[in-house]
């Protein structure tokens, strides 16, 4: 959680004609490089000869659907391609740099299965437009090869598949949510220094986390139960410049958005864990609460054009019963 939320930065070289830019999506880190159009700064991309557009679910893809229809061409290429393995690829769609950050940004905010994409991509361009020519992603080092990325999937699938087993034996969508909500607070430690800890990796196979692998890892594990589940990247706000577990030294923090029927509600796993631990026993401030009553979260990005969250229904006390509200929170400065 205390992944660093980086200020845009331009280092522009005419001379060399590249620059690098430090962006931020949620709680992580992305660098950007762009090459000599030769490639003579580093290896060609793999050709890539072929390509068909993905449709994705607006419902279930909501950043999907707040691209440009070229924009989508991107994100369904660039899917693709994570999804087999493949670091560098050719850019068969003509975009320019502002808009493969977008769309890197949307990639990785809808899709938390493709959790062996680290946090550093490069690419190369056409001088004389702009347009992206060829992209390379960095993958963690658990999956920097192929043999490598197929054992990670192997264990990764295996803890996923029990904690869905167990999840699926609930009913309704709330109980399968709770359930996913309980796995991760009870077997997750908190840690800054945990490694991988943008990815849902860090908690369905190592345990150990921070807020955005705390989200994504509640994030895929609710697809995979057939839930609608948002990745949100926000700040906390209002706390008068305190700084508290689930908030780095900018405010950075990510949650998630559930869909049940037809209404929206925020909720924030990492932060029911901390409450809970500070408490002494399972408590549920932050679970399917709305915009108005999620005190200290405020949306940024692309995740301000997000639902708004508006529903009570769901809210833990409406279902199962008494708990401490999250007005009821006493926050203090992080140690």
């Known amino acids: 959680m205390r992944g660093k939320l980086a200020k845009l930065i331009s280092l522009i070289m005419a001379a060399a004609l590249c620059f690098s830019l430090a962006g931020c999506m949620g709680d992580s880190d992305f660098s950007f490089s762009a090459t000599d159009p030769s490639g003579s700064a580093g290896s060609p991309a793999v050709p890539y000869t072929s390509y068909v557009r993905t449709d994705y679910d607006t419902d279930k893809y909501p950043y999907f659907a707040m691209l440009t229809e070229t924009e989508k061409n991107a994100y369904s290429l660039i899917c693709e391609n994570l999804t087999k393995g493949n670091k560098e690829f050719e850019c068969v769609v003509s975009i320019n740099a ?39 992603f960095d993958f963690f080092d658990f999956a920097d090869t192929p043999e490598k990325l197929a054992s990670a999937k192997t264990a990764f699938n295996s803890a996923a598949d029990l904690i869905i087993a167990q999840a699926m034996t609930n009913q309704r969508a709330v109980e399968k949510e709770l ?29 150990e986390s921070v807020c955005a692998g705390y989200a994504k890892a509640f994030q895929y594990l609710a697809q995979r139960c057939g839930l609608t589940c948002y990745y949100v990247t926000g700040r906390t706000d209002g706390l008068g410049g305190k700084l508290v577990s689930g908030s780095n030294e900018d405010g950075s923090h990510s949650w998630c958005m559930m869909k049940i029927d037809a209404d929206y509600y925020n909720v924030d796993c990492l932060w029911d864990d901390t409450a ?36 009570t229904e769901f809210k833990y006390s409406n279902q199962f019963g008494p708990t401490v509200e999250a007005s009821s929170i006493t926050f203090s400065d992080a140690a």
């Open 276 to 311: 809970s631990d500070t408490y002494g026993s399972p408590i549920y401030p932050f679970f399917n609460l709305t915009d108005e009553l999620f005190i200290y979260h405020a949306r940024i990005n692309m995740a301000v054009s997000l639902p708004k969250c508006t529903a």
């Open 179 to 207: 359930y996913i909500h309980d796995y991760i607070c009870q077997n997750t430690d908190y840690d800054t220094n945990a490694p991988y800890n943008q990815s849902a990796y860090s908690v369905i196979v190592l345990h």
């Open 98 to 136: 502002d808009q493969l950050t977008t769309v890197i940004d949307s990639v990785l905010n809808d899709h938390p299965e493709l959790f062996w994409v680290d946090n550093t991509y490069g690419y190369s361009y056409e001088p004389a437009t702009g347009d992206i020519k060829d992209i390379t």
